[in-house]
């Protein structure tokens, strides 16, 4: 079967460094999207990695290793308005979208 | 600004009262989707279009149907809503089906079932 594994729940320090992990199984793997929900509110995209490495895009970066099945989100200087759920979701080979339940990420001042 | 909208953004309704949940997308986009999105758990996928190419997931409830009449809106039907319907409803929208084709979300409707 299909699967997307992250952690549930996050807790992290405001100014700090938190990376929130992602492994994936899936039929084909066409990229691997990361998306912030803040609470009550829909999906926001952050970024799309297909190929092996890292994509930097200011305070976010996002990692890809095809080999390992495994993505991470990398978040600096961390702000309260980060405070969110970051739901990781991979494209199959039917370019369907196969979505993990989210790590829900609480920032303390 | 181009955008996915839905409508209403709360919407209650009782055990068994018919519901119609409506979206609308000014990005122009070939695809829409229907998500139901219940608290700490993954969104699910319903139905997609594309174009008028109807989609319906293997696991979707017959009590759920859709519509899409033109390229712009699309609406989701749930004919008979029981207590297990109450859900975040997520329309999102892209401009094809291929890899790198983001997913554009609208804000989301919260179905309440009395």
């Known amino acids: 079967g299909q699967n997307i594994d992250q952690p549930t729940e996050m807790t992290a320090t405001e100014g700090a460094i938190v990376q929130i992990n992602c492994t994936y199984q899936?039929?084909?793997?066409?990229?691997l999207f990361w998306y912030q929900q803040h609470a009550g509110e829909a999906p926001t995209f952050l970024s799309y990695?297909?190929l092996d490495g890292l994509e930097e895009k200011g305070r976010f970066s996002s990692f890809l290793s095809r080999s390992k099945g495994y993505s991470y989100l990398l978040l600096k200087e961390l702000q309260m308005k980060d405070s969110a759920s970051y739901l990781c979701?991979?494209?199959?080979?039917?370019?369907?979208?196969?979505w993990g339940a989210g790590t829900k990420l609480i920032i303390k001042p | 600004d181009a955008m996915v909208i839905q409508n209403p953004r709360y919407q209650v309704t009782q055990f068994g009262k018919p519901v119609t949940l409506s979206c609308s997308q000014t990005?122009?986009?070939?695809?829409m989707y229907w998500y139901q999105q219940k608290s700490s758990q993954a969104p699910k996928l319903l139905f997609h279009?594309?174009?008028?190419?109807?989609?319906n997931e293997a696991d979707t409830p017959d009590n759920f149907q859709s519509r899409r009449p033109n390229t712009s809106f699309c609406f989701l039907d749930i004919r008979s809503p029981g207590l297990g319907d109450a859900a975040m409803y997520l329309c999102?929208?892209?401009?094809?089906?291929?890899?790198?084709?983001?997913?554009?979300f609208g804000p989301g409707t919260r179905l309440t079932v009395l």
């Open positions: 979701a991979c494209m199959d080979s039917n370019y369907q979208l196969i």
């Open positions: 990005l122009n986009h070939n695809v």
């Open positions: 999102a929208t892209s401009r094809a089906t291929g890899a790198a084709d983001t997913q554009y």
């Open positions: 279009y594309y174009d008028k190419d109807f989609n």
């Open positions: 990695n297909v």
């Open positions: 899936t039929s084909g793997f066409n990229g």
